[in-house]
């Protein structure tokens, strides 16, 4: 994600993040009572007329959300407190070399 300067090689952003909000916020409006009806009888999404489903899924995407950043953001100040998060501007640009010692990608071919 240039735009935003966050180091996301994996996609863990996108197949986690947007993924899981879509999803849930989708559950509330298509949760059909058909299926429902065995795991929380008189569940219904908006599509189906309970549009209060919906705002439910809504505050619980914002708490988790929350949750996650919060518990991420002091368990990394933990973290930092012991060792370093991120390695020096030299390594860096060395790459693979200086951190591991092995070259994973040879990009010079």
Do not use: C
Not at 46 to 57: I, P, R, S
Not at 69 to 88: A, D, H, K, M, N
Request: charge should be negative.
């Amino acid at each position: 994600m240039p735009r935003f300067k966050l180091d996301d090689a994996l996609g863990v952003f996108g197949a986690h993040g947007v993924a899981g909000l879509s999803g849930g916020l989708l559950t509330g409006v298509f949760a059909d009572p058909a299926i429902t009806q065995y795991v929380y009888p008189g569940l219904t999404g908006a599509y189906f007329g309970n549009v209060d489903e919906l705002g439910w899924q809504a505050l619980a995407a914002i708490v988790v959300i929350v949750y996650a950043f919060v518990v991420s953001y002091f368990l990394l100040r933990l973290i930092g407190f012991l060792t370093p998060l991120r390695e020096s501007d030299d390594k860096l640009k060395v790459g693979d070399l200086a951190i591991h010692g092995e070259i994973g990608e040879d990009l010079e071919e």
